[in-house]
């Protein structure tokens, strides 16, 4: 009787253990999937992104207006930018450029102003950004980013800016893939 009961409770605990580990498993499977259907969204809007900087005009002695020409051959839903002024020795280093390196007034990014088309575009604050690889980019006090109109047809973005002496600007895309904003472009002005 005894060795009929310990047989039975080997039987459950076996079973038990492969359900666990089955689920695990399938867990650890979908997690997988969904990472890299996230990647693979963000790798095909960034491969059909085209950003092209047309020309800058001197609207007074400090101030300068770029246009920048903005179009995806893969994707026509929203992207969102931001635009801030980095070093410009960063240009020339291999150091990813991050809002982290964004020039600031007590404690706040300074942003150009910005326009797409001829209006200001809807903005919103946002703490976490990642790459495209969905590396973390920045995690910190929240980074402005504007919002463009579906791309159905190339959008110019105006910026006009005043750059602290030594400094340029970067304008870095994103998408909104299940609530990440994963960049999908950069350009450095």
Do not use: C, H, R
Request: aromatic letters at 12%.
């Amino acid at each position: 009787m005894e060795n009929s009961i310990s047989t039975m409770l080997l039987l459950i605990a076996t079973l038990v253990i492969g359900i666990v580990a089955t689920g695990l498993a399938a867990f650890y499977a979908s997690n997988q999937y969904n990472i890299s259907s996230l990647q693979s969204q963000a790798e095909n809007i960034a491969n059909g992104l085209y950003i092209s900087v047309g020309n800058t005009v001197n609207t007074t002695v400090n101030t300068q207006t770029t246009f920048v020409t903005v179009y995806d051959f893969s994707y026509q839903g929203q992207l969102y930018f931001t635009a801030f002024y980095v070093p410009s020795v960063i240009k020339n280093s291999s150091s990813e450029i991050t809002p982290q390196f964004a020039y600031t007034v007590n404690g706040q990014i300074v942003y150009p102003e910005v326009t797409v088309g001829n209006s200001i575009p809807p903005n919103l604050s946002v703490n976490i950004l990642y790459y495209t690889d969905l590396n973390l980019m920045y995690q910190g006090s929240p980074v402005t980013l504007w919002q463009t109109p579906s791309l159905t047809s190339p959008l110019e973005i105006s910026l006009t800016m005043s750059p602290p002496q030594g400094y340029s600007v970067i304008l870095l895309f994103f998408a909104k893939i299940q609530n990440k904003y994963i960049e999908v472009g950069y350009i450095l002005l």
